[in-house]
């Protein structure tokens, strides 16, 4: 009989698939960073507890490209500056990617907001144009013109707070409590230059980062960089305290709730 692909793989075979995972040579993305000062109000009003504001109302979008073999990625996101239990780190709200395998294992293994988008990082000479966009519309873009070489930082490690949750199967709330999660990512850079430009925010309804107005751009930068994560559950939440804050992971928060049709399969 023919090998059934459905069916239960074999325990050398999953072994064999968790080596092959750990053992991922470094991958190198290009990418432009933006980081801004905001409204302090609008930064809190984001965060779910129990995440608290720093004392600096930061907002951050990262776009890069990554050159994988056969399978060139796009990915970004924009996040706000947030702190839990004395470890201060980023809370993204939405993380585009351009391919479905880089959304889930983020989403399902982390809890990350990742969507389908669309992700643009183009330099010409010293022009550079970054975007994030989704449903047609670039609700993120940062230009400018490259300044010069910057030093290059140590490694660093930088942490990205994440809410794991599943939505209740009869629409009540979640199947379970709620997880907060420290993703933790040890951070190299081999190539780093100063931006000199401006940030757009544009206004969308799946995306409303436009909330989170540019007061003052702290840095733009384009660099090489490349990282790896482990992540850990930090504390199980509220699930009462995190309802309200749900409809940041999707376009239409109706459609959690939307089950299959009667007689469908």
Known sequence: MARVRYGARTEAEIAAARTASSKLPDIWSTGVVAVWESDPDAVAAVLPPPLKPTQRPLVRANISKVDLPGYPLGAGSVAVAAEHGGVQGWY????????????????????????????????????V???????????????????????????????????????????????ADPVLVHCVRNEKVRKLEGITGDVVLRESMYDPVADLPVRRVVEITIGEKTTDQRGRVAERVSAQALLPYIHQRYDDPQQILDGPPEGSV
């Open 92 to 127: 993204p709200l939405v993380m585009p990617m351009t391919h479905e395998r880089a959304l889930i294992g983020g989403r399902e293994v982390f809890g990350e907001p990742k969507k389908l988008g669309e992700v643009e990082v183009e330099r010409d000479g010293l022009v």
């Open 129 to 175: 144009r970054a975007s994030l966009a989704r449903h047609g519309i670039a609700f993120v873009e940062v230009r400018g013109a490259v300044s010069g070489a910057l030093p290059l930082p140590e490694p660093v490690q930088k942490t990205d707070f994440y809410f794991k949750f599943l939505p209740a199967v009869d629409g009540s709330g979640f199947d």
